[in-house]
């Protein structure tokens, strides 16, 4: 485009350059270079003086480009190239100058921008033509000639149409991939320059482009509206392939430096894809939108390249070529098969456009595994959308926002959940809401604070571990080191305790018969002592009894049995039978804001062989007797002539966060008002601080939380859109109020939700049903999972009336007990009905991005959503609440769960077997050949008809023993053998 070939020619057109006197050896060095990407790469214009700036029709069949190839006319005309006869032919009318031509789709027609209607146009073609018979030359310099407007014609030239004629220089246009609208580059800001202050008017001489600004308008040339509003020169846009978004390049206020940015159509969500500290241009989507093919000098003033990078700009850019001159304006084909550019690598130096295959394989393969690109791209550029914001916001852009890297993952209490807050809060400030949140008025009166613990850190000066005992009638004291011999546990009380040992073998309390029960304090008094237990169950029971036991064997659990029976503090290892022998449990995030009511540390195996040392016992040999369950072995005794005094130090780090609350009143403002709550958290996991399953190459990377939980965020704000329009439309059906509710805190354990439902800003009894979205981005095959549907006996009936229109492949789960907000409020007495698409391979991972999404499928839950709430919120008979009892597969810990297989089991699988919807790279499961659409039949031996029996097998197996699994593939009955994992 105009600006694009002031580059070109001030580089290649002085002297600057060295001429290509390249011996054959090194353009075939280059051309293998090149070959990753490129192959059969051809010259493909000869005629005229030189020729570029090609794009290709809808079809690929055909190319629009500019050249100077007019005898009486110096400057570029637009010609159209057959690129299945070779045949070519003149669109513009052969007067003035041209350029920045584009097919529109669907259509005859093409537009391009032009000076042939200026009065002076054959004057300045006259002068330049003598100018050149001169025999002089001059240094080429893109003028910006202010006659240039935006034209449209049919391919034959015919029916041309003038669409833009705004005073300055329009041009730089190209068509949406529906043929709707033109977005094209302006410098109408600039006149009449009798506006100009003095220094805008000495930036003017020196640098007209400065002004230039991207503009959208209808393909008619109607309703032109500007887009962009920042120093610096703002052109070359393009739309991308799914005509959501724009991307262009932006030149800092000196015109040193340029930069390629995306933005919605509506100058909303910009994002700045390089930082490039250079030149770069003519960025191009490719068709499928993975990345960005632009030019860049990077490697020096004289030098272009072409550059791929990603379309979210998080990695960086990767060359493509590597021939020395020029290679700019890159077109790929609308197949994504070819690519069209402009270069000068032939012998005479002059550009002219080229043709190659391109490899879409490599290139995604290249983009996807560059180094990830270490800065949070916050735009530089200012927007007219940022000054004067849309009122409706999509779910989309809500997303976009959302799961920015900018954002750097909304943990709970950070920067960017405050950034998220804000922006919901601004939402609903702008559908005229009204805030219910704290008397202090945070986030304009929609805030409600709340306390947590943001982690805990150990004091280690005020950390101490010695251990006295009698060695040959002398006592001997040992000093150990913490965070090296001995480590507290997260939910470690503090303080000084001083006492006997004794060992408790697994520190079991397991109710039950003798057989079946587990009793490891059975004729032991640990009263005011210090009890040492084994991590996990016994290492050698059979897979049943490793169910049973396993269901009792969480930390917390043994340490509350601990305390129960008298102890003063409570000691865990790892015995040398067991996983991660040995080593000390890592202080992880604990969000609760009570201390297990006991000191509670984690030793080494060095630590308890001095314990044991005095005892003549070899921890080992005890293990090993306790492994089996033999009846006649003593495996729990006082350990004796020790001693051991530990001083525990850990602190917790306070914060707060916030909720977003917001109320939709109903028509009749009465003194016993009911409400129905509508919400969703907001809040995921920062860099994989906690819960993230990122793979070892993934580690520390922002997890972006599209779907967890930016998806049912987005859809609750559209449901306060949509039911504030109701509302406004439909008065008489509001007889309840609304509260929107966006949680934080639910990553660290509902805590968020919890805080409302125990401070609520209305009465709790007056809250008639909690409807909450958590992971709703997912939608596949159609399938979508309401749970807590047996919460109350109206949700079958209403699910039933509103899923007919809508048309869901529905799974309905009456268990109101899940791991997400609706477990605050069903404990309350609260109905609750959730929604979710599903679980899959990217949960709590980096790669939980909005491309992810389906974004059709978030439209068709936020109107399926509406009309329950709708008719929850009109129908004058309140829900009934049903007591759901809780199932007992229910009660423990993930800590309780130690084999790891990584299956992403499908929740809304009917019929025998469980369904897998993927398996996380890596895994065991990956690695021993299990796939996304088997069905599991049989776990080690044990028959699997459901998602509970998956859930008893995979409690019983052992790490690092292989078990044979059987899947349904195709029809077929596979046997593959799977070995578990620790999940420590």
Same mark, same amino acid.
């Given at each position: 485009?105009?600006?694009?070939?002031?580059?070109?020619?001030?580089?290649?057109?002085?002297?600057?350059?060295?001429?290509?006197?390249?011996?054959?050896?090194?353009?075939?060095?280059?051309?293998?270079?090149?070959?990753?990407?490129?192959?059969?790469?051809?010259?493909?214009?000869?005629?005229?003086?030189?020729?570029?700036?090609?794009?290709?029709?809808?079809?690929?069949?055909?190319?629009?480009?500019?050249?100077?190839?007019?005898?009486?006319?110096?400057?570029?005309?637009?010609?159209?190239?057959?690129?299945?006869?070779?045949?070519?032919?003149?669109?513009?009318?052969?007067?003035?100058?041209?350029?920045?031509?584009?097919?529109?789709?669907?259509?005859?027609?093409?537009?391009?921008?032009?000076?042939?209607?200026?009065?002076?146009?054959?004057?300045?073609?006259?002068?330049?033509?003598?100018?050149?018979?001169?025999?002089?030359?001059?240094?080429?310099?893109?003028?910006?000639?202010?006659?240039?407007?935006?034209?449209?014609?049919?391919? *034959? +030239?015919?029916?041309?149409? $003038? %669409?833009?004629?705004? =005073?300055? !220089? #329009?041009?730089?246009?190209?068509?949406? /991939? @529906? &043929?709707?609208?033109?977005?094209?580059?302006?410098?109408?800001?600039?006149?009449?320059?009798?506006?100009?202050?003095?220094?805008?008017?000495?930036?003017?001489?020196?640098?007209?482009?400065?002004?230039?600004?991207?503009?959208?308008?209808?393909? *008619? +040339?109607?309703?032109?509206? $500007? %887009?962009?509003?920042? =120093?610096? !020169? #703002?052109?070359?846009?393009?739309?991308? /392939? @799914? &005509?959501?978004?724009?991307?262009?390049?932006?030149?800092?206020?000196?015109?040193?430096?340029?930069?390629?940015?995306?933005?919605?159509?509506?100058?909303?969500?910009?994002?700045?894809?390089?930082?490039?500290?250079?030149?770069?241009?003519?960025?191009?989507?490719?068709?499928?939108?993975?990345?960005?093919?632009?030019?860049?000098?990077?490697?020096?003033?004289?030098?272009?390249?072409?550059?791929?990078?990603?379309?979210?700009?998080?990695?960086?850019?990767?060359?493509?070529?590597?021939?020395?001159?020029?290679?700019?304006?890159?077109?790929?084909?609308?197949?994504?098969?070819?690519?069209?550019?402009?270069?000068?690598?032939?012998?005479?130096?002059?550009?002219?456009?080229?043709?190659?295959?391109?490899?879409?394989?490599?290139?995604?393969?290249?983009?996807?595994?560059?180094?990830?690109?270490?800065?949070?791209?916050?735009?530089?550029?200012?927007?007219?959308?940022?000054?004067?914001?849309?009122?409706?916001?999509?779910?989309?852009?809500?997303?976009?926002?959302?799961?920015?890297?900018?954002?750097?993952?909304?943990?709970?209490?950070?920067?960017?959940?405050?950034?998220?807050?804000?922006?919901?809060?601004?939402?609903?400030?702008?559908?005229?809401?009204?805030?219910?949140?704290?008397?202090?008025?945070?986030?304009?009166?929609?805030?409600?604070?709340?306390?947590?613990?943001?982690?805990?850190?150990?004091?280690?000066?005020?950390?101490?571990?010695?251990?006295?005992?009698?060695?040959?009638?002398?006592?001997?004291?040992?000093?150990?080191?913490?965070?090296?011999?001995?480590?507290?546990?997260?939910?470690?009380?503090?303080?000084?305790?001083?006492?006997?040992?004794?060992?408790?073998?697994?520190?079991?309390?397991?109710?039950?018969?003798?057989?079946?029960?587990?009793?490891?304090?059975?004729?032991?008094?640990?009263?005011?002592?210090?009890?040492?237990?084994?991590?996990?169950?016994?290492?050698?029971?059979?897979?049943?009894?490793?169910?049973?036991?396993?269901?009792?064997?969480?930390?917390?659990?043994?340490?509350?049995?601990?305390?129960?029976?008298?102890?003063?503090?409570?000691?865990?290892?790892?015995?040398?039978?067991?996983?991660?022998?040995?080593?000390?449990?890592?202080?992880?995030?604990?969000?609760?804001?009570?201390?297990?009511?006991?000191?509670?540390?984690?030793?080494?195996?060095?630590?308890?062989?001095?314990?044991?040392?005095?005892?003549?016992?070899?921890?080992?040999?005890?293990?090993?007797?306790?492994?089996?369950?033999?009846?006649?072995?003593?495996?729990?005794?006082?350990?004796?002539?020790?001693?051991?005094?530990?001083?525990?130090?850990?602190?917790?780090?306070?914060?707060?966060?916030?909720?977003?609350?917001?109320?939709?009143?109903?028509?009749?403002?009465?003194?016993?008002?009911?409400?129905?709550?509508?919400?969703?958290?907001?809040?995921?996991?920062?860099?994989?601080?906690?819960?993230?399953?990122?793979?070892?190459?993934?580690?520390?990377?922002?997890?972006?939380?599209?779907?967890?939980?930016?998806?049912?965020?987005?859809?609750?704000?559209?449901?306060?859109?949509?039911?504030?329009?109701?509302?406004?439309?439909?008065?008489?059906?509001?007889?309840?109020?609304?509260?929107?509710?966006?949680?934080?805190?639910?990553?660290?354990?509902?805590?968020?939700?919890?805080?409302?439902?125990?401070?609520?800003?209305?009465?709790?009894?007056?809250?008639?049903?909690?409807?909450?979205?958590?992971?709703?981005?997912?939608?596949?095959?159609?399938?979508?999972?309401?749970?807590?549907?047996?919460?109350?006996?109206?949700?079958?009936?209403?699910?039933?009336?509103?899923?007919?229109?809508?048309?869901?492949?529905?799974?309905?789960?009456?268990?109101?007990?899940?791991?997400?907000?609706?477990?605050?409020?069903?404990?309350?007495?609260?109905?609750?009905?959730?929604?979710?698409?599903?679980?899959?391979?990217?949960?709590?991972?980096?790669?939980?991005?909005?491309?992810?999404?389906?974004?059709?499928?978030?439209?068709?839950?936020?109107?399926?959503?509406?009309?329950?709430?709708?008719?929850?919120?009109?129908?004058?008979?309140?829900?009934?609440?049903?007591?759901?009892?809780?199932?007992?597969?229910?009660?423990?810990?993930?800590?309780?769960?130690?084999?790891?297989?990584?299956?992403?089991?499908?929740?809304?699988?009917?019929?025998?077997?469980?369904?897998?919807?993927?398996?996380?790279?890596?895994?065991?499961?990956?690695?021993?050949?299990?796939?996304?659409?088997?069905?599991?039949?049989?776990?080690?031996?044990?028959?699997?008809?459901?998602?509970?029996?998956?859930?008893?097998?995979?409690?019983?197996?052992?790490?690092?023993?292989?078990?044979?699994?059987?899947?349904?593939?195709?029809?077929?009955?596979?046997?593959?053998?799977?070995?578990?994992?620790?999940?420590?």
């Amino acid at each position: 485009m105009g600006f694009l070939w002031t580059i070109l020619f001030a580089v290649f057109l002085t002297g600057d350059v060295v001429a290509q006197d390249t011996p054959s050896n090194d353009t075939e060095a280059n051309a293998v270079d090149e070959s990753q990407f490129l192959s059969n790469a051809r010259q493909l214009t000869y005629d005229g003086k030189r020729a570029g700036e090609g794009y290709f029709s809808e079809d690929g069949n055909a190319l629009i480009f500019q050249t100077e190839r007019e005898s009486d006319n110096p400057f570029y005309q637009i010609y159209l190239l057959d690129l299945l006869t070779g045949d070519t032919h003149r669109v513009s009318t052969g007067v003035g100058k041209t350029t920045c031509a584009f097919f529109r789709p669907g259509t005859d027609e093409v537009l391009y921008a032009s000076t042939h209607h200026d009065a002076f146009a054959k004057a300045k073609q006259e002068e330049e033509l003598k100018f050149r018979a001169s025999g002089k030359e001059r240094r080429y310099s893109w003028d910006y000639d202010e006659k240039m407007d935006i034209f449209s014609a049919n391919r *034959d +030239g015919s029916n041309l149409k $003038q %669409l833009t004629d705004a =005073p300055g !220089y #329009d041009a730089e246009a190209s068509y949406s /991939p @529906d &043929g709707k609208y033109i977005v094209f580059c302006s410098l109408r800001n600039a006149y009449p320059k009798s506006r100009l202050s003095p220094k805008e008017l000495k930036q003017f001489e020196v640098d007209p482009a400065y002004f230039g600004e991207i503009y959208i308008m209808n393909a *008619d +040339g109607s309703d032109q509206i $500007q %887009l962009t509003d920042s =120093p610096g !020169y #703002d052109g070359g846009p393009f739309f991308t /392939p @799914d &005509g959501e978004h724009i991307v262009w390049r932006h030149f800092t206020s000196d015109g040193s430096q340029a930069d390629i940015y995306t933005m919605r159509i509506d100058g909303s969500s910009v994002r700045r894809l390089t930082d490039f500290d250079s030149m770069s241009w003519a960025p191009y989507f490719h068709p499928s939108g993975a990345y960005v093919i632009f030019a860049s000098n990077k490697l020096g003033f004289s030098n272009f390249e072409l550059y791929l990078v990603d379309g979210r700009g998080r990695h960086e850019p990767v060359r493509v070529t590597t021939t020395d001159g020029f290679d700019g304006l890159p077109v790929f084909s609308p197949d994504g098969s070819r690519l069209c550019w402009t270069s000068n690598r032939n012998s005479q130096e002059v550009s002219q456009l080229y043709l190659a295959d391109w490899n879409h394989e490599a290139a995604l393969d290249a983009v996807t595994s560059a180094p990830r690109n270490p800065n949070s791209f916050v735009p530089s550029v200012q927007t007219v959308s940022d000054l004067k914001p849309s009122k409706k916001t999509s779910i989309r852009q809500h997303i976009e926002f959302l799961a920015d890297d900018a954002l750097e993952g909304r943990m709970t209490g950070s920067d960017g959940a405050k950034r998220a807050a804000e922006h919901i809060a601004s939402q609903f400030e702008e559908l005229g809401l009204t805030p219910v949140g704290d008397a202090e008025r945070s986030l304009r009166g929609f805030g409600q604070t709340f306390e947590f613990t943001a982690g805990r850190r150990i004091i280690s000066e005020e950390n101490r571990f010695s251990i006295t005992r009698q060695v040959h009638g002398a006592e001997q004291e040992l000093e150990f080191s913490v965070e090296q011999d001995f480590q507290p546990l997260s939910f470690s009380r503090n303080g000084v305790v001083e006492g006997e040992v004794v060992f408790v073998g697994y520190g079991l309390t397991v109710p039950g018969e003798l057989g079946e029960g587990y009793d490891a304090y059975a004729g032991l008094d640990v009263k005011d002592k210090i009890v040492v237990a084994l991590r996990y169950v016994p290492e050698s029971v059979e897979p049943e009894r490793r169910q049973e036991l396993n269901r009792y064997a969480g930390l917390r659990y043994k340490a509350m049995q601990a305390r129960e029976h008298g102890a003063k503090a409570f000691l865990v290892v790892a015995g040398p039978n067991s996983p991660n022998a040995g080593k000390l449990i890592p202080l992880d995030f604990d969000s609760s804001l009570a201390d297990s009511g006991i000191v509670a540390a984690s030793i080494s195996d060095t630590v308890a062989n001095a314990l044991f040392a005095p005892s003549d016992k070899n921890l080992k040999d005890v293990q090993s007797g306790l492994d089996v369950e033999n009846p006649h072995f003593l495996g729990q005794f006082l350990l004796p002539d020790v001693t051991v005094k530990i001083v525990v130090s850990v602190e917790k780090v306070k914060k707060t966060d916030k909720n977003v609350v917001a109320l939709l009143p109903p028509t009749q403002l009465t003194d016993d008002i009911e409400y129905v709550v509508v919400g969703a958290h907001y809040d995921h996991i920062g860099y994989g601080e906690i819960g993230s399953l990122a793979g070892k190459d993934e580690a520390g990377q922002i997890h972006n939380g599209a779907d967890d939980n930016a998806s049912g965020t987005a859809v609750v704000l559209e449901l306060a859109a949509t039911l504030s329009e109701a509302a406004q439309a439909h008065p008489e059906k509001f007889n309840r109020g609304v509260i929107f509710a966006l949680w934080s805190g639910e990553e660290l354990g509902l805590i968020g939700s919890t805080h409302f439902v125990n401070d609520p800003v209305v009465p709790l009894d007056k809250v008639v049903a909690y409807v909450n979205f958590d992971m709703v981005g997912r939608l596949r095959e159609n399938k979508l999972i309401l749970q807590g549907v047996g919460s109350s006996s109206v949700w079958t009936k209403l699910i039933e009336k509103r899923n007919v229109p809508i048309g869901f492949n529905l799974t309905l789960q009456t268990d109101p007990y899940l791991p997400t907000d609706v477990t605050a409020f069903y404990p309350k007495e609260v109905p609750v009905l959730s929604f979710f698409t599903g679980g899959h391979e990217d949960y709590n991972r980096p790669t939980d991005d909005i491309e992810t999404l389906n974004y059709e499928g978030l439209e068709r839950i936020s109107q399926f959503a509406h009309g329950i709430v709708l008719d929850v919120v009109h129908t004058p008979e309140r829900p009934e609440y049903v007591a759901v009892e809780r199932s007992e597969s229910e009660g423990g810990s993930r800590d309780t769960l130690r084999a790891y297989l990584g299956t992403i089991p499908d929740y809304t699988t009917e019929g025998t077997g469980v369904k897998l919807s993927g398996v996380r790279a890596g895994g065991p499961a990956d690695k021993a050949g299990l796939k996304g659409g088997d069905v599991i039949l049989e776990f080690g031996g044990q028959q699997i008809a459901n998602i509970y029996d998956y859930t008893y097998a995979l409690d019983a197996v052992k790490i690092g023993e292989p078990v044979e699994v059987v899947v349904l593939r195709d029809g077929e009955q596979v046997t593959l053998t799977v070995t578990p994992e620790a999940r420590n």
